[in-house]
């Protein structure tokens, strides 16, 4: 019975090519939009998540009170063993140590006399451990304006926009001036290895990226660390499961009366951050919702529309002696089969468009550049996201209102008196 409905859709477009192309473009934007939005959302808080929070982030309880000054003074000690544990308990996440530090950036000239000065706020990240992910979560490669990257521990990147500010470019030698983990005064040289532009407005204005090894050696921080960052290994932040470890990792390894204990925080727990996380759900619950139910609308109409201009062939059909079920059943069948096939359609080439767009993303450079906020970081390019309920969420317009639209169309079919039939036959 299917293959022979399939052979009738088939030899009469009129009734099958039209309904399919409008599925399949439906479901493809209902897909590209969902992963747009998702992605878009992710986006926004990645950014956030590689420069300022983790999507876990272990600091001590005394350095997260303080952590607008950044008093190294109160980091982690014993780090290594730290970061061990918790690749060992907390698998599901990669572990990494960071420093944050601040201070003036001397550029020498020809003599070794200070030529310029600036302020200049560091990050020592992790360039050359085995599996660090620190390259590809700051998309470094990418974002590269000259030079190359570290291979030393001296070696640092510093911002587009510092290296203009300071007039320098790579390959010279630069002198952090601040101070060590004590509070005692420090002076340490770097080799500008290469330029980046993290293409997110104001943020890295007066940033330099350092090795942690040379952050370390800079403020005599061996085996130190600000803190240790958390990241799910796809990248994509799940808040249910962050706060669930959070709670965990606090309650069984963290000490209320010490201040020096370990004690974890969550990407929501940041500078307003929990508000844009629920808002961020919410908005994406309420406009996916809204998108379906449009959707749904206009394919339950179409699948009502195709039921009624078939009024004709239904009566036909009752009058060569097909029962009132049959009819409605075929008729149903054939909804599945147009549902289906243009659901397909349509989510094999939304997905092959959110990934596009996942893997390039969209610029908006020009709407951002200006922008600046301290406790979230916007990004100039915004990204899709291929998820696993994209391979289904589809077949909900597709198919269901498509199918529910015939059903409702199709109870005319038990209307039908044969005495009318028989007058619109004479006719």
Not at 72 to 92: C, G, I, K
Not at 139 to 158: F, K, T
Not at 170 to 196: C, L, P, R
Not at 311 to 333: D, F, P, T, W
């Amino acid at each position: 019975m299917i293959r022979f409905l399939t052979k009738g859709l088939l030899r009469d477009r009129s009734r099958s090519l039209f309904p399919v192309l409008v599925i399949t473009l439906t479901v493809t934007l209902v897909i590209f939009s969902i992963g747009f939005l998702k992605g878009t959302m992710n986006s926004l808080l990645l950014d956030t998540a590689v420069i300022l929070t983790g999507h876990e982030k272990v600091v001590t309880r005394a350095y997260h009170e303080e952590s607008q000054l950044m008093p190294n003074d109160l980091a982690l000690l014993e780090v290594d063993q730290l970061v061990a544990d918790l690749h060992q308990n907390y698998p599901e996440f990669f572990w990494s140590p960071r420093i944050k530090f601040a201070g003036l950036l001397d550029v020498p000239d020809e003599n070794g006399e200070t030529k310029i000065q600036g302020p200049v706020l560091a990050v020592g990240i992790d360039f050359f451990s085995d599996g660090s992910r620190e390259i590809e979560l700051w998309e470094l490669e990418r974002l590269m304006v000259s030079g190359r990257l570290p291979e030393h521990r001296d070696d640092v990147l510093i911002s587009s926009k510092l290296a203009d500010q300071l007039n320098v470019k790579a390959g010279e030698s630069v002198t952090f001036i601040g101070s060590t983990m004590d509070n005692a005064f420090s002076t340490y040289n770097f080799n500008i290895a290469g330029t980046f532009n993290l293409r997110k407005g104001q943020t890295d204005k007066q940033m330099m990226l350092v090795d942690l090894s040379g952050a370390r050696a800079a403020l005599d921080m061996e085996n130190a660390a600000s803190a240790i960052f958390g990241f799910i290994h796809s990248l994509y932040y799940d808040d249910e499961a962050a706060v669930m470890l959070r709670d965990e990792y606090n309650e069984t390894h963290s000490d209320s009366l010490d201040i020096f204990s370990p004690f974890m925080l969550a990407l929501r727990d940041g500078n307003q951050m929990g508000t844009m996380v629920d808002i961020s759900g919410a908005i994406m619950a309420i406009m996916g919702g809204i998108f379906l139910v449009v959707v749904m609308v206009v394919l339950w109409n179409m699948g009502l529309m195709n039921g009624l201009r078939r009024y004709g062939e239904v009566g036909l059909r009752l009058a060569l002696g097909e029962s009132k079920g049959q009819v409605y059943r075929s008729m149903i069948s054939e909804a599945v089969i147009i549902g289906l096939t243009g659901t397909v359609i349509g989510t094999g080439i939304g997905l092959a468009l959110t990934y596009y767009v996942q893997e390039n993303g969209i610029d908006y450079t020009k709407g951002i550049e200006a922008l600046s906020n301290s406790s979230m970081v916007m990004p100039n390019v915004f990204y899709a996201q291929v998820t696993p309920d994209l391979l289904y969420i589809g077949f909900v317009p597709g198919v269901l209102a498509t199918v529910l639209g015939t059903m409702l169309a199709g109870l005319a079919v038990y209307k039908r008196e044969m005495a009318q039939l028989f007058k619109e036959l004479e006719t």
